[in-house]
């Protein structure tokens, strides 16, 4: 469990990130690097400066200067802009998708805002690359409620040239989590 950890955005009325009507938090931080990346400025895992960036949760915009992107925050600076839409949720089966970047990256803030929102009984979902140690899946496994697992390419050269990986370890835990449940789309 960690305070702490990096984003970039919350988004609001997410209805394509999982059941519902969500509050989608973006992870700062990928071990990807693919070609067609939709959100290049989740890549690195630090806050950069990067120009023209608008619409970016807690982003003062300024166009004479180059804006921040990605702020540190803490569990509960999260917590309250999830819960914020609880009526929402409750409404339409909906609740926090955590995405990036990849989630997975900072494992120990992921497992704790999780874990914050099981307390609060919010649904939960990940939308995870597969790229992280399967030991990091165990930790978070009991508090994640839906898996949307991003398996991009099956051939191995081809994804490790689109996605600068291996899709070997993507495939393993894939199969893994398969074997213990049906909570993955
Ligand atoms: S996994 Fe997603 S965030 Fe990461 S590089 Fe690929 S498209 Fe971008």
């Known amino acids: ?9 919350i988004k609001k009325y ?17 071990p990807l690097n693919c070609w067609w990346c939709h959100n290049p400025e989740s890549q690195h895992t630090e806050p950069e400066e990067i120009d023209n960036c608008l619409f970016r949760w807690n982003l003062t915009y300024d166009p004479t200067q180059r804006n921040k992107i990605g702020s540190q925050v803490t569990v509960a600076e999260v917590m309250k802009e999830i819960e914020k839409d609880l009526p929402f949720y409750e ?7 955590f995405s990036g ?18 307390r609060k009984d919010i649904h939960t ?24 697992y991003d398996l991009k390419l099956m051939d191995d050269k081809i994804h490790f040239e689109y996605c600068g990986v291996s899709n070997k370890l993507i495939h393993e835990n894939l199969i893994n989590l398969s074997s213990r449940g049906d909570k993955i789309i």
């Open 1 to 9: 469990m960690k305070n702490t950890g990096y984003i970039f955005d």
């Open 101 to 118: 970047g990849e989630p997975m990256l900072q494992i120990d803030f992921l497992q704790s805002l999780l874990a914050e929102c099981k």
């Open 14 to 30: 997410s209805v394509n990130d999982g059941q519902g009507i969500r509050t989608t938090v973006f992870f700062k931080g990928c």
């Open 125 to 148: 979902a990940i939308d995870t690359t597969g790229y992280a140690p399967i030991s990091d899946f165990e930790k978070i496994y009991d508090y994640t409620d839906i898996f949307l």
């Open 91 to 97: 409404e339409s089966n909906g609740g926090a998708t």
